[in-house]
């Protein structure tokens, strides 16, 4: 079955750095897009990032583009995020998310907070 597991979560400072990771399982992760949503306390779940099967195409949030980069490794069917200069504003839960065979699948989510 497919299995997403996020780590990498945490407290930190604003203008600091963390580095997500979504360990993938149960699918041919090379095969098909990915993407980070988070969901902050009272809102609604938003895209982050998306990268295709290949890494040949990237998208981001204009909230996060400039400070945010995802990345891939098929051979270890991982999946990052390396956020840079962090704001207040990032704190959320951020989850990894894949469509297979028209069904969604989600990671139980990473907490991140950025605060002083």
């Known amino acids: 079955q497919v299995q997403l597991v996020e780590s990498g979560g945490g407290l930190v400072q604003p203008g600091g750095s963390l580095r997500l990771s979504c360990a993938a399982s149960?699918?041919?992760?090379?095969?098909?897009?990915m993407s980070w949503y988070r969901q902050a306390s009272g809102k609604e779940r938003e895209l982050v990032a998306a990268i295709s099967s290949g890494s040949t195409i990237i998208n981001y949030a204009d909230s996060v583009k400039g400070r945010f980069t995802i990345s891939r490794d098929n051979a270890k069917n991982t999946m990052y995020l390396q956020m840079n200069s962090l704001k207040p504003e990032d704190t959320a839960v951020y989850y990894c998310k894949v469509i297979k065979m028209l069904q969604t699948y989600w990671g139980q989510g990473t907490q991140v907070t950025v605060s002083s």
């Open positions: 149960g699918f041919s992760f090379s095969m098909y897009t």
